[in-house]
């Protein structure tokens, strides 16, 4: 088993920055690919970055491309995503996940997610 937690949630104005971490605990060994999710309310949750911790490629959505960036800590088991220049739709609930597989189809371990608010 994994255990996801993440912090670094709160309120910030739009044009602000935030960064989110994630740490990884239990048997991390395993972990292949870890990433970055959002749901706001009354929508569906989206993919927002992933990560590979075995090359350390990275993926992200179209709408955070060149304002989020996500990098990995592999010795400290964590990782990150700075987010720059927030916009207000950025406001959400953002879930930390990991995978077993280099690409995952549904990622299998979730962290309890870290509540981001953007205000205009």
């Known amino acids: 088993q994994v255990q996801l937690v993440e912090s670094g949630g709160g309120l910030v104005q739009a044009g602000g920055s935030l960064r989110l971490s994630c740490a990884a605990s239990?048997?991390?060994?395993?972990?292949?690919?870890m990433a970055w999710f959002r749901q706001a309310p009354g929508k569906e949750r989206e993919f927002v970055a992933a990560?590979?911790?075995?090359?350390?490629?990275?993926d992200s959505a179209d709408s955070v491309q060149g304002r989020f960036t996500i990098s990995s800590d592999n010795a400290k088991n964590t990782v990150y995503l700075q987010m720059n220049s927030l916009k207000p739709e950025d406001t959400a609930v953002y879930y930390c996940?990991?995978?077993?597989?280099?690409?995952?189809?549904?990622?299998?371990?979730w962290g309890q997610g870290t509540q981001v608010t953007v205000s205009s």
């Open positions: 990560i590979s911790r075995r090359g350390g490629g990275t």
């Open positions: 996940a990991a995978d077993r597989t280099a690409i995952p189809r549904n990622y299998i371990y």
């Open positions: 239990g048997r991390t060994f395993s972990i292949y690919t």
